[in-house]
């Protein structure tokens, strides 16, 4: 169990540009989640997965937003025309299947729009 | 959707001090769980309690479903205690709503 690896660490990009973050999920886990984190607030559901299939989007993901998992293994998550709204720490989680299962928490991505 | 309330906001406290940081929820859940995020962003799952009272080292949680609330004790608190607490409960299988958290500072 290496944990939930999250790609970049960081980044800054100036508005309008896109921008795409890749999760690794711990092997596992059949489920993938993407939170997204503000300063001062707590994290806010915005997308999962169950296994290659995205079962649901938060109203929160715009169209700008996109995220896919090939193959049930890692997945990316691209903003198109990055606006300074989109400032934020993005958060990939995984677990397995059910209510008691326990999510995993990556180091998350922050990115910076400037 | 459900609400979560995390209180206080913030607490300091000097090492060794014990601590109850608090959180209600709005509606009936079958799983709570607690978080702590240290200062590098990394979440940290502490516990999963729906009900009940669980221990791990000199952290404590009980949870009373029938009265909607939960209760994180910090005892004998060390600075690597520092960081900011949530937590969370689920509106559905597959996603969590989180508290606001509350902001712990330990100081030496």
């Known amino acids: 169990d290496t944990g939930v690896s999250q790609n970049p660490r960081h980044k800054i990009t100036k508005r309008g540009q896109n921008v795409t973050f890749r999760c690794d999920p711990i092997?596992?886990?059949?489920?993938l989640y993407w939170y997204r984190q503000t300063l001062g607030q707590g994290p806010e559901f915005l997308t999962y997965f169950q296994n290659e299939a995205q079962l649901e989007k938060s109203r929160l993901l715009s169209d700008r937003f996109s995220a896919e998992r090939p193959k049930g293994s890692f997945s990316t998550l691209e903003i198109q025309r990055t606006e300074q709204g989109d400032s934020a720490m993005y958060l990939c989680a995984s677990s397995l299947t059910g209510y008691s299962a326990p999510l995993h928490f990556g180091n998350g991505t922050r990115l910076t729009v400037t | 959707g459900i609400q979560v309330e995390q209180s206080p906001p913030d607490l300091i406290l000097q090492e060794g001090a014990n601590s109850t940081l608090r959180c209600n929820f709005s509606d009936s859940v079958n799983n709570l769980q607690w978080f702590h995020q240290n200062p590098w962003g990394q979440l940290i799952n502490l516990f999963y309690i729906p009900s009940g009272t669980k221990q791990n080292g000199r952290l404590s949680a009980t949870t009373v479903a029938t009265e909607r609330y939960s209760l994180l004790y910090i005892s004998s608190s060390q600075t690597t205690d520092s960081g900011v607490y949530f937590c969370a409960v689920p509106p559905s299988d597959y996603k969590l709503s989180f508290g606001a958290g509350t902001t712990v500072t330990v100081r030496a």
């Open positions: 092997s596992e886990h059949n489920r």
